[in-house]
């Protein structure tokens, strides 16, 4: 099980850096400058690519990505994103959060009138574990997958970080042109933290579904944005926390 930093920047200059599991690092950037607001859809990028960075032996680590926004969109703000992700990750100053929240979003999930049944969601967590090829040989990563609320699944990713597995299948959805994310359903291996939360609510996800606990204020960001959010998903139980009149 590999845990390396990714470094991301925007336009040649740093942004911010995570800890991830090698591999769909370009979708990894993407979906993170997405849920932090820095850019909307697929036409804000102009260009990915990986930066010569090397070890010690020379040899190119892949360990930064360089994504060089469109004409016209501009530059994060370096200190504001610092800032907002530092309460997001750690739940400070959950008012001053959700306002933050408020201010950046471009979607709103909350009039997506989509609809999704009880079963679709009950066999949400078997097939994710099912597609989970990492975790069954290594039982150390978290996993992230896109459904439509028909019960398509769309794409699956993993990490050892359960932010960059959800960063990563949003990023996905933003190549494919999929953004937002309308009629669709976010499934994460672990809790429903505020952060995830705000990550589906940048991505215009109206259903946010876990196979563990809710935060509470991913219960108040969710019932704020009019997100539908279950959590504790099996196969024969859920609890639905916000937006119930989602759910059929």
């Known amino acids: 099980m590999v845990e390396e930093p990714l470094e991301i920047r925007v336009n040649g200059v740093p942004v911010t850096v995570t800890m991830r599991t090698p591999g769909s690092d370009f979708e990894l950037a993407q979906g993170f400058l997405l849920t932090e607001g820095v850019i909307a859809g697929?036409?804000?990028?102009?260009?990915?690519?990986?930066?010569?960075?090397?070890?010690?032996?020379?040899?190119?680590?892949?360990?930064?990505?360089?994504?060089?926004?469109?004409?016209g969109v501009g530059q994060p703000d370096l200190d504001v994103t610092r800032n907002f992700?530092?309460?997001?990750?750690?739940?400070?100053?959950?008012?001053?959060?959700?306002?933050?929240?408020?201010?950046i979003t471009q979607f709103?999930?909350?009039?997506?009138p989509a609809t999704v049944t009880v079963a679709t969601l009950k066999a949400m967590p078997g097939r994710l574990r099912a597609a989970q090829k990492v975790f069954a040989?290594?039982?150390?990563?978290?996993?992230?997958?896109?459904?439509?609320?028909?019960?398509?699944?769309?794409?699956?990713?993993e990490?050892?970080?359960?932010?960059?597995?959800?960063?990563?299948?949003?990023?996905?959805?933003?190549?494919?042109?999929?953004?937002?994310?309308?009629?669709?359903?976010?499934l994460v291996?672990?809790?429903?933290?505020?952060?995830?939360?705000?990550?589906?609510?940048m991505a215009g996800i109206p259903v946010l579904a876990a196979v563990s606990a809710p935060s509470s204020l991913?219960?108040?960001?969710?019932?704020?944005?009019?997100?539908?959010?279950?959590?504790?998903?099996r196969e024969d139980s859920m609890n639905v926390y916000t937006r119930p009149d989602r759910i059929t």
């Open 108 to 112: 709103s999930p909350g009039h997506d």
């Open 189 to 201: 291996s672990g809790r429903a933290s505020f952060e995830l939360t705000q990550k589906a609510l």
């Open 42 to 71: 697929r036409a804000d990028v102009l260009t990915v690519r990986y930066c010569d960075g090397r070890g010690a032996d020379r040899v190119n680590t892949y360990n930064v990505v360089d994504v060089t926004l469109a004409p």
């Open 218 to 233: 991913a219960v108040s960001l969710a019932e704020e944005s009019g997100i539908t959010l279950v959590a504790f998903l």
């Open 85 to 103: 992700y530092t309460t997001s990750s750690c739940g400070v100053c959950g008012k001053a959060s959700l306002e933050a929240v408020r201010l």
């Open 159 to 186: 990490d050892i970080g359960r932010h960059n597995a959800v960063d990563k299948v949003i990023g996905w959805a933003l190549q494919q042109g999929r953004v937002p994310l309308s009629a669709s359903a976010l």
């Open 137 to 157: 040989s290594t039982g150390g990563l978290h996993a992230a997958a896109l459904f439509g609320v028909d019960g398509t699944m769309f794409a699956v990713r």
